[in-house]
Protein backbone atom coordinates (compact mmCIF):
# COMPACT_ATOMS: atom_id res chain seq x y z
CA UNK A 1 0.00 0.00 0.00
CA UNK A 2 0.57 3.55 -0.46
CA UNK A 3 2.73 5.49 2.32
CA UNK A 4 4.77 8.13 3.64
CA UNK A 5 7.96 8.03 6.51
CA UNK A 6 9.68 11.28 7.30
CA UNK A 7 12.13 11.92 9.85
CA UNK A 8 11.43 12.23 13.40
CA UNK A 9 11.57 15.43 15.19
CA UNK A 10 11.72 17.58 16.41
CA UNK A 11 14.43 19.67 14.96
CA UNK A 12 16.14 22.49 16.41
CA UNK A 13 18.11 25.29 14.68
CA UNK A 14 19.81 28.40 14.39
CA UNK A 15 18.48 31.27 12.51
CA UNK A 16 20.19 31.27 9.07
CA UNK A 17 21.24 27.59 9.37
CA UNK A 18 20.48 24.50 6.51
CA UNK A 19 17.42 22.92 6.46
CA UNK A 20 16.74 19.31 5.40
CA UNK A 21 14.02 17.26 6.33
CA UNK A 22 13.68 13.52 5.18
CA UNK A 23 10.55 12.28 3.37
CA UNK A 24 10.54 8.86 1.73
CA UNK A 25 7.38 7.04 0.27
CA UNK A 26 6.02 4.11 -1.30
CA UNK A 27 3.22 3.78 -3.65
CA UNK A 28 2.19 1.51 -6.22
CA UNK A 29 1.13 3.73 -9.13
CA UNK A 30 2.43 7.64 -9.52
CA UNK A 31 1.84 9.50 -6.85
CA UNK A 32 2.00 13.55 -6.50
CA UNK A 33 3.99 14.83 -3.80
CA UNK A 34 3.62 17.40 -1.15
CA UNK A 35 4.68 19.55 1.66
CA UNK A 36 2.25 20.93 4.17
CA UNK A 37 3.17 23.01 6.94
CA UNK A 38 1.15 23.84 10.15
CA UNK A 39 1.83 27.16 11.92
CA UNK A 40 1.15 27.48 15.67
CA UNK A 41 -2.67 27.71 16.18
CA UNK A 42 -3.38 27.35 12.08
CA UNK A 43 -4.61 24.89 9.81
CA UNK A 44 -2.35 22.98 7.49
CA UNK A 45 -1.23 24.48 4.25
CA UNK A 46 0.22 23.69 1.31
CA UNK A 47 4.04 24.50 0.89
CA UNK A 48 4.55 23.14 -2.24
CA UNK A 49 4.15 20.23 -4.45
CA UNK A 50 5.48 18.51 -7.17
CA UNK A 51 3.73 15.75 -9.70
CA UNK A 52 6.27 13.93 -11.55
CA UNK A 53 9.29 12.40 -11.36
CA UNK A 54 12.27 14.91 -11.35
CA UNK A 55 9.73 18.11 -11.11
CA UNK A 56 11.08 20.24 -8.25
CA UNK A 57 8.32 22.45 -5.94
CA UNK A 58 9.56 26.08 -4.44
CA UNK A 59 7.73 28.54 -1.92
CA UNK A 60 9.13 30.83 0.45
CA UNK A 61 12.70 29.93 0.27
CA UNK A 62 11.85 25.96 0.41
CA UNK A 63 12.72 23.86 -2.21
CA UNK A 64 11.93 19.79 -2.77
CA UNK A 65 12.90 17.24 -5.69
CA UNK A 66 10.68 14.11 -6.88
CA UNK A 67 13.48 11.73 -6.65
CA UNK A 68 11.74 8.51 -8.22
CA UNK A 69 14.76 6.48 -8.01
CA UNK A 70 15.04 6.99 -4.25
CA UNK A 71 11.35 7.57 -3.45
CA UNK A 72 12.32 10.34 -1.77
CA UNK A 73 11.17 14.25 -1.47
CA UNK A 74 13.40 15.55 1.32
CA UNK A 75 12.49 19.48 2.08
CA UNK A 76 15.26 21.80 2.12
CA UNK A 77 15.69 25.50 2.66
CA UNK A 78 19.29 27.08 2.93
CA UNK A 79 18.74 30.05 6.19
CA UNK A 80 15.41 29.30 8.56
CA UNK A 81 14.30 32.03 9.80
CA UNK A 82 12.67 32.44 13.33
CA UNK A 83 8.78 32.44 11.75
CA UNK A 84 9.73 29.37 10.02
CA UNK A 85 9.04 27.25 13.39
CA UNK A 86 6.09 25.07 12.50
CA UNK A 87 5.09 21.21 11.93
CA UNK A 88 6.20 20.34 8.58
CA UNK A 89 4.36 17.00 6.60
CA UNK A 90 4.96 15.22 4.01
CA UNK A 91 2.01 13.74 1.73
CA UNK A 92 1.30 11.89 -0.97
CA UNK A 93 -1.83 11.52 -3.59
CA UNK A 94 -2.14 8.59 -5.98
CA UNK A 95 -4.48 9.96 -8.79
CA UNK A 96 -4.07 6.85 -10.56
CA UNK A 97 -5.11 4.73 -7.39
CA UNK A 98 -7.57 7.14 -6.81
CA UNK A 99 -6.53 7.97 -2.93
CA UNK A 100 -6.88 10.84 -1.22
CA UNK A 101 -4.11 12.63 1.16
CA UNK A 102 -1.64 10.16 2.83
CA UNK A 103 0.26 11.70 5.39
CA UNK A 104 3.77 11.70 7.26
CA UNK A 105 3.91 11.94 11.06
CA UNK A 106 4.91 15.01 10.34
CA UNK A 107 8.53 16.71 11.47
CA UNK A 108 8.69 19.50 14.50
CA UNK A 109 10.89 22.32 13.70
CA UNK A 110 11.70 24.59 16.07
CA UNK A 111 14.35 27.88 14.79
CA UNK A 112 15.99 30.12 17.95
CA UNK A 113 17.32 33.61 16.77
CA UNK B 1 -7.30 31.88 -1.28
CA UNK B 2 -9.50 29.46 -0.72
CA UNK B 3 -10.47 29.26 3.08
CA UNK B 4 -12.38 26.99 5.04
CA UNK B 5 -13.40 27.49 8.47
CA UNK B 6 -14.26 25.09 11.46
CA UNK B 7 -16.79 26.02 14.28
CA UNK B 8 -16.24 25.52 17.04
CA UNK B 9 -12.45 26.16 17.58
CA UNK B 10 -12.59 24.07 20.90
CA UNK B 11 -15.14 22.79 22.94
CA UNK B 12 -15.40 21.33 25.87
CA UNK B 13 -17.86 18.65 27.09
CA UNK B 14 -19.14 15.76 29.36
CA UNK B 15 -19.10 12.26 28.78
CA UNK B 16 -22.49 10.48 26.86
CA UNK B 17 -22.93 14.20 25.41
CA UNK B 18 -22.62 14.66 21.85
CA UNK B 19 -20.74 17.68 19.81
CA UNK B 20 -21.25 18.88 16.30
CA UNK B 21 -18.42 20.57 14.24
CA UNK B 22 -18.74 22.23 11.17
CA UNK B 23 -16.97 22.71 8.25
CA UNK B 24 -17.17 25.45 6.10
CA UNK B 25 -16.29 26.30 2.27
CA UNK B 26 -16.11 29.85 2.57
CA UNK B 27 -15.34 31.18 -0.85
CA UNK B 28 -15.30 28.17 -2.98
CA UNK B 29 -17.93 25.06 -3.72
CA UNK B 30 -16.54 21.99 -2.28
CA UNK B 31 -18.01 19.13 -3.63
CA UNK B 32 -16.13 16.60 -1.38
CA UNK B 33 -14.49 17.18 2.01
CA UNK B 34 -12.36 15.12 4.22
CA UNK B 35 -12.52 15.01 8.15
CA UNK B 36 -9.16 13.97 9.77
CA UNK B 37 -7.83 13.10 13.23
CA UNK B 38 -4.76 14.68 14.45
CA UNK B 39 -3.21 12.98 17.79
CA UNK B 40 -0.24 14.33 19.58
CA UNK B 41 2.80 13.77 18.00
CA UNK B 42 0.95 11.38 14.87
CA UNK B 43 0.19 11.86 11.38
CA UNK B 44 -3.21 13.07 10.35
CA UNK B 45 -5.62 10.12 10.05
CA UNK B 46 -8.04 10.53 7.46
CA UNK B 47 -11.68 9.69 9.17
CA UNK B 48 -13.74 9.54 5.96
CA UNK B 49 -14.70 10.74 2.80
CA UNK B 50 -17.79 13.13 2.63
CA UNK B 51 -19.47 14.15 -0.80
CA UNK B 52 -22.67 16.23 -1.31
CA UNK B 53 -25.39 14.81 -1.47
CA UNK B 54 -24.14 11.53 -0.66
CA UNK B 55 -23.20 9.33 2.25
CA UNK B 56 -19.83 9.47 3.54
CA UNK B 57 -17.14 6.77 2.97
CA UNK B 58 -15.36 5.65 5.57
CA UNK B 59 -11.67 4.63 6.64
CA UNK B 60 -11.43 1.65 8.28
CA UNK B 61 -12.15 1.32 11.79
CA UNK B 62 -13.44 4.40 12.12
CA UNK B 63 -17.12 3.85 13.98
CA UNK B 64 -19.76 5.08 11.29
CA UNK B 65 -22.65 5.52 13.73
CA UNK B 66 -19.97 7.44 16.38
CA UNK B 67 -18.81 9.54 14.16
CA UNK B 68 -21.93 11.38 11.94
CA UNK B 69 -20.68 12.61 9.40
CA UNK B 70 -23.39 15.05 7.00
CA UNK B 71 -22.36 17.06 3.72
CA UNK B 72 -26.04 18.47 2.65
CA UNK B 73 -24.50 21.49 0.52
CA UNK B 74 -21.30 22.27 -1.55
CA UNK B 75 -20.17 24.69 1.33
CA UNK B 76 -21.02 22.62 4.70
CA UNK B 77 -20.45 19.57 6.39
CA UNK B 78 -20.83 18.76 9.73
CA UNK B 79 -18.73 15.66 11.98
CA UNK B 80 -21.14 14.86 15.20
CA UNK B 81 -19.11 12.79 17.85
CA UNK B 82 -22.11 10.80 19.39
CA UNK B 83 -22.31 9.62 23.67
CA UNK B 84 -18.44 10.74 23.40
CA UNK B 85 -15.83 9.43 25.56
CA UNK B 86 -12.53 10.93 26.98
CA UNK B 87 -10.80 8.44 24.10
CA UNK B 88 -12.49 10.32 21.47
CA UNK B 89 -10.84 13.89 22.89
CA UNK B 90 -8.18 14.82 19.82
CA UNK B 91 -7.72 17.18 17.87
CA UNK B 92 -10.54 16.98 14.29
CA UNK B 93 -9.71 19.14 11.60
CA UNK B 94 -11.38 19.30 8.42
CA UNK B 95 -10.48 19.90 4.41
CA UNK B 96 -12.35 20.61 1.44
CA UNK B 97 -11.63 20.02 -2.32
CA UNK B 98 -12.91 22.73 -4.82
CA UNK B 99 -13.31 20.40 -7.58
CA UNK B 100 -13.80 17.08 -7.17
CA UNK B 101 -9.70 17.06 -7.32
CA UNK B 102 -8.70 14.93 -4.22
CA UNK B 103 -5.13 15.96 -4.15
CA UNK B 104 -6.17 19.73 -4.16
CA UNK B 105 -6.90 20.14 -0.20
CA UNK B 106 -7.88 23.34 1.46
CA UNK B 107 -8.03 22.83 5.24
CA UNK B 108 -9.73 24.11 8.09
CA UNK B 109 -7.58 25.32 11.00
CA UNK B 110 -9.09 22.62 13.71
CA UNK B 111 -11.14 22.07 16.48
CA UNK B 112 -9.85 20.39 19.81
CA UNK B 113 -12.30 18.53 21.66
CA UNK B 114 -12.31 17.30 25.04
CA UNK B 115 -14.35 14.86 26.57
CA UNK B 116 -14.50 15.13 30.47
Known amino acids: GNSVTQMEGPVTLSEEAFLTINCTYT??????LFWYVQYPGEGLQLLLKATKADDKGSNKGFEATYRKETTSFHLEKGSVQVSDSAVYFC????????????FGKGTTLSVSS | GAVVSQHPSRVICKSGTSVKIECRSL??????MFWYRQFPKKSLMLMAT?????????EQGVEKDKFLINHASLTLSTLTVTSAHPEDSSFYIC????????????FGPGTRLLVL
Open chain 2, 27 to 32: DFQATT
Open chain 1, 27 to 32: ATGYPS
Open chain 1, 91 to 102: ALSDRQAGTALI
Open chain 2, 50 to 58: SNEGSKATY
Open chain 2, 95 to 106: SASPAGVLETQY
